[in-house]
């Protein structure tokens, strides 16, 4: 009895802390595909952007009818290799540079508030 109440309790707490991690707010992306970093790794406030966009606009996956399915948030290194290839057009840096630095750049352009497009500014030390 009493190991199964320790089993439980144990499980809950894997799970609690599983689902913490998943949940983290701010985290730095630290890719090791991409190989040993040459600069300071990039620190996304991930709540702060889903605040303000929708998830699919960073996490894709598409259907057989081209709709975006990719909202549950799949890692961008799941599908992004980092040679550039035939089955891998666009490689893992590529990918976050289009999509992070493509972002910012167009809404600046707009006038609208928006985030770092200098690299000095996403790759800074903490
Ligand atoms: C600004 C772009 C952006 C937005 C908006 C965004 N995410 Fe993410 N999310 C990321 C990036 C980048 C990662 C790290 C991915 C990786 O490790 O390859 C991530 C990681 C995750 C992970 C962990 C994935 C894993 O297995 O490593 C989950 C779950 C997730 N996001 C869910 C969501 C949900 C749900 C939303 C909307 C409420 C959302 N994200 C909005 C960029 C975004
Ligand atoms: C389920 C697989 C999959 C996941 C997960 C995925 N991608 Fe992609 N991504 C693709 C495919 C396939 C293409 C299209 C390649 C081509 O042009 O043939 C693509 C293209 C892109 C492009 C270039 C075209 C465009 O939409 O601007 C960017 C940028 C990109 N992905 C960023 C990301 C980022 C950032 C993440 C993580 C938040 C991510 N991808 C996660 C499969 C994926
Ligand atoms: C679709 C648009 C969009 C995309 C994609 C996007 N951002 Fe942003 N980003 C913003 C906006 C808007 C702000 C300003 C947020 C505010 O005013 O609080 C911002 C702010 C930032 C900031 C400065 C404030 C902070 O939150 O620390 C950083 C750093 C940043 N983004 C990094 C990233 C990274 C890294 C990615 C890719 C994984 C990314 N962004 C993708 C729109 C975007
Ligand atoms: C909007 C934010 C943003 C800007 C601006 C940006 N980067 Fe990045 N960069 C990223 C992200 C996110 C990654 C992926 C880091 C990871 O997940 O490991 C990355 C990866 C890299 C990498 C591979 C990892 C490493 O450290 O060796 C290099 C090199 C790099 N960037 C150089 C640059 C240069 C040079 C510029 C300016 C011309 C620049 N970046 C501007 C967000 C940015």
Redesign the pocket.
């Known amino acids: 009895m009493k190991f199964k109440t320790f089993t439980l309790i144990l499980i809950c707490l894997c799970l609690s802390l599983s689902f913490a991690f998943s949940q983290e707010d701010k985290f730095l ?3 090791e595909e ?6 300071p ?2 620190r ?1 406030n991930h709540e702060r952007h889903s605040e303000i966009i929708d998830c699919n606009r960073c996490h894709h996956e598409y259907d057989e009818n081209e709709n975006n399915i990719g909202e549950d948030g799949q890692s961008c290194s799941g599908c992004h290799g980092k040679v550039e290839s035939m089955e891998n057009p666009v490689p ?2 590529k990918a ?2 289009i999509r ?2 493509g972002c ?1 750049e167009k809404r600046l352009s707009r006038g609208k508030t928006s ?5 000095g ?3 800074k030390m903490p």
Do not use: D, Y
């Open positions: 992306l630290h890719h991409i190989g040993p970093h040459q600069r790794l990039v996304l893992l840096m976050f540079h992070c630095k910012h985030g770092p497009v200098m690299c500014k996403c790759h």
